[in-house]
């Protein structure tokens, strides 16, 4: 079992940047092939996936929307997953959620993943 608890979330005004960690915990945590994921929510709109990266490999991958002003990275020796967002826009707004999948695929769906955190909430004003 996997227990992911985001943080880092706020209120910043547009143009600004924000830094969210996902920190990894639980038993089953071996190092195994394995994939994270960042997902948002904004009120009246589906969960979608925001990026995602393969942990051994460090393989990236992003929704069109934030490519060139988000970064996914990873710390393996911590067990954490961190999105860098620059250039916020109003758009980001949303509730970012954390999730993890067995596997070294980086999908997009999000029933391919098997662990979520609680979700940090990120406001970006005009």
């Known amino acids: 079992q996997v227990q992911l608890v985001e943080s880092g979330g706020g209120l910043v005004q547009a143009g600004g940047s924000l830094r969210l960690t996902c920190a990894a915990s639980g038993r089953t945590w071996s190092g195994a092939a394995m994939a994270m994921g960042w997902f948002r929510q904004a009120p009246g709109k589906e969960r979608e996936f925001v990026a995602g990266?393969?942990?051994?490999?460090?393989?990236?991958y992003y929704v069109d929307s934030v490519k060139g002003r988000f970064t996914i990275s990873r710390d393996n020796a911590k067990n954490m997953v961190y999105l860098q967002m620059n250039s916020l826009k109003p758009e980001d707004t949303a509730v970012y959620y954390c999730?993890?999948?067995?596997?070294?695929?980086?999908?997009?769906?999000?029933?391919?993943?098997?662990?979520w955190g609680q979700g940090t909430q990120v406001t970006v004003s005009s």
């Open positions: 999730a993890a999948r067995h596997g070294s695929g980086v999908p997009a769906l999000r029933s391919s993943y098997d662990y």
């Open positions: 990266i393969s942990w051994s490999s460090g393989s990236a």
